[in-house]
């Protein structure tokens, strides 16, 4: 059985939020002690950055609009 620390959950909560599955948590944490990305992970996570940088603009200019007229 593998225990997790309260940084890893923290972690896996996070990537699940951010769309990640749960086997794809599991591959980025492998990833993240043995530094060997697949190329499909390493594509779904650029993938996954570009729309969050997508969405976090859109909210920006959304908050800046606002800003604006308040």
Same mark, same amino acid.
């Given at each position: 059985?593998?225990?997790?620390?309260?940084?890893?959950? /923290?972690?896996?909560? %996070?990537?699940?939020?951010?769309?990640? +599955?749960? *086997?794809?948590?599991?591959?980025?944490?492998?990833?993240? !002690?043995?530094?060997?990305?697949?190329?499909?992970?390493? /594509?779904?996570?650029? %993938?996954?950055?570009?729309?969050?940088? +997508?969405? *976090?603009?859109?909210?920006?200019?959304?908050?800046?609009? !606002?800003?604006?007229?308040?």
């Amino acid at each position: 059985m593998t225990y997790l620390r309260s940084g890893q959950v /923290a972690v896996i909560k %996070a990537a699940q939020r951010l769309g990640f +599955t749960l *086997r794809e948590v599991g591959e980025l944490i492998d990833t993240g !002690r043995h530094g060997h990305p697949t190329p499909d992970l390493r /594509a779904h996570a650029q %993938a996954k950055i570009a729309d969050l940088t +997508t969405i *976090r603009s859109a909210l920006s200019a959304v908050v800046s609009a !606002r800003a604006a007229t308040a």
